[in-house]
């Protein structure tokens, strides 16, 4: 029963939706994949936001249009961009009881990209969640030093690598 206890504390509730786009994925499976991300995020290093957090996570799937507008009010940059995070914990104070933040995705970039860096549309789109929900959990490559920068990147493939094995398992 304890384990029971344990193993419902450390489950993570995921909500998806998809506004203006179809991405084409199961968005079951989406909630299934992030919920495993972040539970694999989170045993990699002592994440005080993830603590503090609900365990509660947003991911919005959208077009172009709608990203390039949250970007140009939130990041003051008026262009699109792939995948942005918003995180609920980040910052001085202490904030117990509230969701640990949102990613936001734009479908349409990704399937260009996907083209673009030839891969599936699946693995680009497994490729944003992934690197949105460790910018939720306090990891940066941008405003970081050059060691931090690759340690977030070593672990996003990390993370990748374990997703192409769900999927295989899954398919098989």
């Given at each position: 029963?304890?384990?029971?206890?344990?193993?419902?504390?450390?489950?993570?509730?995921v909500?998806?939706?998809s506004?203006g786009?179809r991405?084409?994925?199961?968005?079951?499976?989406l909630?299934k994949?992030?919920?495993?991300?972040?539970?694999?995020?989170e045993?990699?290093?002592d994440?005080?936001?993830?603590?503090?957090?609900?365990?509660?996570?947003?991911?919005?799937?959208?077009?172009?249009?709608?990203?390039?507008?949250l970007?140009?009010?939130?990041?003051?940059?008026?262009?699109?961009?792939?995948?942005?995070?918003?995180?609920?914990?980040?910052?001085s104070?202490?904030?117990?009881?509230?969701p640990?933040?949102?990613?936001?995705?734009?479908?349409?970039?990704?399937?260009?990209?996907?083209?673009?860096?030839?891969?599936?549309?699946k693995?680009?789109?497994?490729?944003?969640?992934?690197h949105?929900?460790?910018h939720?959990?306090?990891?940066?490559?941008?405003?970081?030093?050059?060691?931090?920068?690759?340690?977030?990147?070593s672990?996003?493939?990390?993370?990748?690598?374990?997703l192409?094995?769900?999927?295989?398992?899954?398919?098989?």
């Amino acid at each position: 029963m304890a384990a029971e206890i344990k193993k419902l504390q450390r489950s993570w509730r995921v909500s998806l939706r998809s506004v203006g786009v179809r991405s084409g994925e199961k968005l079951s499976a989406l909630k299934k994949k992030a919920a495993a991300v972040l539970s694999k995020i989170e045993r990699e290093r002592d994440c005080r936001w993830v603590q503090n957090s609900t365990r509660e996570v947003s991911i919005l799937l959208t077009n172009d249009r709608n990203i390039r507008r949250l970007n140009k009010s939130y990041r003051g940059k008026d262009k699109v961009t792939d995948v942005l995070s918003f995180s609920l914990q980040e910052g001085s104070r202490e904030r117990q009881g509230l969701p640990l933040g949102d990613v936001v995705i734009s479908v349409e970039t990704a399937k260009r990209q996907s083209r673009e860096f030839g891969c599936t549309f699946k693995q680009e789109l497994n490729r944003l969640l992934v690197h949105g929900l460790l910018h939720l959990c306090g990891y940066d490559h941008e405003k970081v030093s050059a060691s931090k920068a690759r340690r977030m990147r070593s672990l996003e493939r990390r993370l990748l690598k374990g997703l192409v094995a769900n999927d295989r398992e899954t398919a098989s």
